[in-house]
């Protein structure tokens, strides 16, 4: 493709502007760093993402102020942001959401992340990886809970109770031990031709 | 539907919730409206940056981000309570103790049935 001299000569201009810019940022955080030292040139206070440290997740939040700025952080109202309570358990100011997995979200709605069924920004639940759609599902079931419950636990513990009466009360279809003719097979078995086998009989009428 | 009940793994669905068509106070209403800012504002942030044809980079999503951050840094908000120790103990002292006294035993009584000669190896694979 033929490209003008005009554009060729902007496409390269504009690439060196963008390689200057670079080599002056390094320059200015080069020259900041210098008065701090070499640690805070690397390890300083800089998270790998974009965002500040104010815009992670903090400790407890116990007065107003605080919990209207976890909640404008987490982009919630300050109605619906609702911290763990404080029992040390590692929580912090995270916000407390109800307990709902994501298939019992709208499927039909354009989601930004539709297998997710969650919009860019929105606050993630806490346990949101248990909660995604091929893992544990709180929609509401076709009966309530204490039929379902009732009904398998029934049946369950009525095969077992029957399988423990079979054991306890065992029936069998009635059955004796194999006999044999001709005195149980004396001569067959090994018994002496000359002598008289005693008589055997197997039946009785 | 009219007599559904929930239970801890099944909850009401929204259609379901009689605030939905019964209880549209105007505070309700507001704070609706007040969600559907947040929401509306998070969309057109996100959209803007999806349809930036000079956009190289993938789009960071900083409530992912506070999400894995809150998840892997627990313990900077970890305090010892009773109901903390309580659970450490629980989860972290007691199961040794427990399984250690369990697999001896066993294991006691199965070495004395061995030495007794009454050990039962019918079916058994290894020992």
């Known amino acids: ?137 709180t929609s509401p079931t076709a009966m309530d809970w204490r039929t379902m419950s009732g009904t398998l636990l029934g049946f369950v513990g009525f095969m077992l109770f029957m399988f423990y009466a079979g054991e306890v009360f065992p029936s069998y279809q009635p059955v004796a031990p194999k006999q044999y003719p001709y005195n149980n097979l004396y001569l067959e078995n090994g018994g002496n031709p000359e002598k008289e086998a005693e008589e055997v009989k197997n039946y009785k009428i | 539907m009219a007599d559904y009940k929930e239970a801890p793994l099944a909850s009401r669905p929204k259609t379901l919730d009689p605030a939905e068509y019964f209880n549209l106070s105007p505070e309700y209403r507001r704070a609706e409206e007040e969600r559907a800012a947040l929401r509306a504002n998070l969309k057109r942030q996100y959209q803007i940056q999806l349809n930036n044809p000079l956009r190289k980079e993938l789009i960071e999503d900083p409530a992912l981000t506070r999400w894995t951050y809150a998840r892997t840094n627990i313990y900077t908000h970890f305090r010892p309570t009773t109901k903390t120790s309580l659970l450490g103990a629980l989860f972290g002292v007691v199961p040794l103790f427990f399984w250690f006294a369990v697999l001896k035993t066993d294991r006691d009584e199965r070495e004395e049935k061995i030495k007794a000669g009454t050990y039962d190896r019918t079916y058994k694979i290894s020992y």
């Open chain 1, 1 to 137: 493709m033929r490209t003008s001299p005009i554009c060729v000569w902007s496409q390269v201009n504009s690439e060196r502007k963008m390689a200057a810019l670079r080599a002056g940022c390094w320059a200015r955080a080069l020259q900041k760093a210098k008065g701090q030292g070499f640690k805070h040139m690397f390890f300083g206070a800089r998270t790998a993402a974009g965002l500040s440290k104010d815009a992670l997740p903090g400790s407890y939040p116990k007065t107003p102020e605080e919990i209207a700025a976890a909640a404008k952080k987490y982009n919630m109202t300050v109605q619906d942001y609702q911290p763990y309570p404080d029992e040390g358990m590692g929580f912090g100011d995270y916000p407390k959401l109800p307990d709902r997995s994501q298939s019992e979200r709208d499927p039909w709605y354009s989601w930004d992340h539709p297998d997710l069924r969650r919009n860019w920004g929105e606050p993630m639940h806490w346990d949101f990886d248990m909660f995604i759609r091929n893992r544990v599902d």
